[in-house]
């Protein structure tokens, strides 16, 4: 059995940004391509932040099991968080991550078939990689929830 500290002490070689880039290559290659091809209803002279920093910031947001808009701009305004958002979107030039009343504001916007359009090919990669076969019922059947 492993104690509390010897599991601390694992987790320290662990390089979480490195196992989120992994799982999202393996699982969903094209995600950052989709996140910037959402259509931005904003006015185009307002925007600072493209689709996909706002939109990676709310999977993260929820990814990291933070509870609030607000929580999630106070836990991810760090240099290392911005740094590393950067690095996920293949965008190293970020220097600022958004306010989360940015982020509510273009969500408030946006046509709700764009984040549904995303959530289908994500549900279809999953799929076709055979993610839920362990879940048939009868080894035949999905269930519907």
């Keep these: 059995m492993v104690t509390r500290k010897e599991k601390r002490e694992m987790e320290k070689e662990v390089n979480y940004l490195f196992e989120l880039l992994k799982t999202q290559n393996h699982f969903f290659e094209n995600l950052n391509k989709l996140l910037k091809e959402v259509d931005d209803p904003r006015h185009q002279s307002y925007i600072t932040y493209d689709t996909e920093?706002?939109?990676m910031m709310v999977?993260?947001?929820n990814a990291c099991n933070l509870?609030?808009?607000r929580e999630m701009t106070n836990e991810f305004n760090k240099e290392e968080c911005i740094k590393?958002?950067?690095?996920?979107?293949?965008?190293?030039?970020?220097?600022?991550l958004p306010?989360?009343?940015?982020i509510n504001d273009f969500l408030s916007r946006l046509n709700p078939a764009e984040?549904?359009?995303i959530r289908i090919d994500m549900i279809k990669k999953l799929f076709k990689k055979r993610c839920f076969d362990s879940y048939r019922i009868n080894g035949e059947y999905w269930g519907i929830a």
């Design 99 to 102: 306010h989360y009343d940015t």
């Design 115 to 117: 984040l549904e359009r």
């Design 59 to 61: 999977i993260l947001k």
């Design 53 to 55: 920093v706002l939109l």
């Design 67 to 69: 509870k609030s808009m």
């Design 84 to 96: 590393n958002l950067g690095k996920l979107l293949g965008n190293e030039d970020l220097e600022e």
